[in-house]
């Protein structure tokens, strides 16, 4: 599992540095897109899904608020609270990303008849649930 990883995380850095984000830019930002329009999420949301520290989660909004991916607004629910939203420029560098990541997924596994490929994608849901389970544990 570790040679296998490491493959897809270089596999993955090659995406995102071809789209012009680090990994960790598309994990914010994937966070944001997948929570649908209009993409916007609390701070504590993002560090619960990219699994980072409150600090350095405000280190990685404040980056990416100056290269203009995301912006701050006001929560409109509480006055005190952020919402942090993703921009046109941060939607059209994720979506990028994504659909180059999709193809070099696709590359990987191409070679897999597609009933292997089927179910290796049931198990790794299973393993995902598996991990997620163990982790609330964990806490």
Request: overall charge positive.
């Given at each position: 599992?570790?040679?296998?990883?490491?493959?897809?995380?270089?596999?993955?850095?090659?995406a995102?540095?071809?789209?012009?984000?680090?990994?960790?830019?598309?994990?914010?930002?994937?966070v944001?897109r997948?929570?649908?329009a209009?993409?916007?999420?609390?701070?504590?949301?993002?560090?619960?899904?990219?699994?980072?520290?409150?600090?350095?989660?405000?280190?990685?909004?404040?980056?990416?608020?100056?290269?203009?991916?995301?912006?701050r607004?006001?929560?409109?629910?509480?006055?005190?609270?952020?919402?942090?939203?993703?921009?046109?420029?941060?939607?059209?560098?994720?979506d990028?990303?994504?659909?180059?990541?999709?193809?070099?997924?696709?590359?990987?596994?191409?070679?897999?008849?597609?009933?292997e490929r089927?179910?290796?994608?049931?198990?790794?849901?299973?393993?995902a649930?598996?991990?997620?389970?163990?982790?609330?544990?964990?806490?």
């Amino acid at each position: 599992m570790t040679r296998i990883t490491k493959h897809i995380d270089r596999v993955r850095v090659q995406a995102f540095d071809r789209s012009g984000l680090t990994a960790w830019e598309f994990d914010v930002l994937a966070v944001l897109r997948r929570g649908g329009a209009p993409y916007r999420q609390s701070p504590k949301v993002l560090v619960k899904q990219t699994m980072v520290s409150s600090g350095t989660m405000t280190n990685r909004i404040d980056r990416m608020v100056e290269r203009e991916l995301v912006r701050r607004l006001t929560d409109p629910n509480d006055g005190r609270g952020v919402l942090v939203e993703m921009t046109e420029q941060g939607q059209t560098l994720v979506d990028a990303a994504m659909t180059r990541l999709a193809d070099a997924e696709e590359r990987l596994i191409g070679g897999m008849p597609r009933a292997e490929r089927e179910r290796l994608a049931t198990l790794l849901r299973h393993l995902a649930i598996s991990v997620d389970r163990f982790e609330l544990g964990s806490e």
